[in-house]
């Protein structure tokens, strides 16, 4: 299973409804995620794809209640809102401890990145203390740059996605023969 959390405003919606193949352009907008969204994720072919699972910002206090049997974590943070960079970092660090996502792989998406300059993405990783995270964490993390409306980093997303649904069905074919 995947799922696709952040903060409340962080691109989530957006992000997911661009995977998913919806036209998104600078007049586009969503609501917060009040819930759960589920979004398809396909191939570049559109022939298979991945379930991805969105839980709203809001309901952060209760992620931990979905977190039996995820293999994926999309982790979204706006990385124009440098004043939101502590919550982002609680929230993941959250994430990262808990005893059901230790084999978990993780992509922290920067998004809105056509709204932000270039050194936010090494502000808001020093704010997090990335590197140290990167070293005292079991969970193998990405960094991926993403803009919603311009498309930026969509594809890198969409193969991060796919690649690792194909290194698990690797695993379960092999269970499957012993």
Same mark, same amino acid.
């Given at each position: #299973?995947? %799922?696709?959390?952040? @903060? ?7 992000? !997911? ?5 919806? +036209?998104?352009? /600078?007049?586009?907008?969503?609501? *917060? ?25 809001? !309901?952060? @206090?209760?992620?931990?209640?979905? =977190? ?8 979204? #943070? /706006? +990385? ?11 929230? =993941? ?5 808990? @005893?059901?996502?230790?084999? +978990?792989?993780?992509? %922290? &998406? %920067? *998004?809105? !990145?056509? =709204? *932000? ?15 140290? %995270? ?14 919603? &409306? ?5 594809? /890198? ?10 290194? =698990? *069905? !690797? ?8």
């Amino acid at each position: #299973m995947c %799922l696709c959390l952040g @903060p409340v405003k962080s691109g989530k919606t957006l992000l !997911m409804k661009r995977l998913q193949g919806d +036209a998104i352009d /600078d007049a586009t907008q969503t609501i *917060s995620t009040n819930g759960l969204n589920f979004f398809l994720v396909k191939n570049e072919q559109g022939q298979s794809g991945i379930i991805v699972r969105e839980i709203g910002g809001n !309901m952060a @206090p209760l992620w931990k209640h979905y =977190l039996e049997g995820v293999q994926k974590v999309i982790y979204v #943070m /706006d +990385a124009s809102n440098l004043c939101q960079i502590s919550a982002v970092g609680i929230l =993941l660090y959250s994430l990262l401890v808990n @005893p059901k996502l230790a084999n +978990a792989s993780f992509v %922290l &998406v %920067l *998004s809105k !990145m056509d =709204l *932000s300059y270039r050194q936010m993405r090494n502000e808001a990783l020093l704010v997090l203390h990335f590197a140290r %995270l990167k070293r005292e964490t079991r969970q193998n993390i990405t960094i991926i740059e993403t803009s919603s &409306v311009t498309g930026q980093g969509i594809e /890198d997303l969409r193969k991060w996605i796919l690649q690792q649904k194909n290194k =698990l *069905s !690797m695993k379960i074919n092999s269970k499957q023969k012993i």
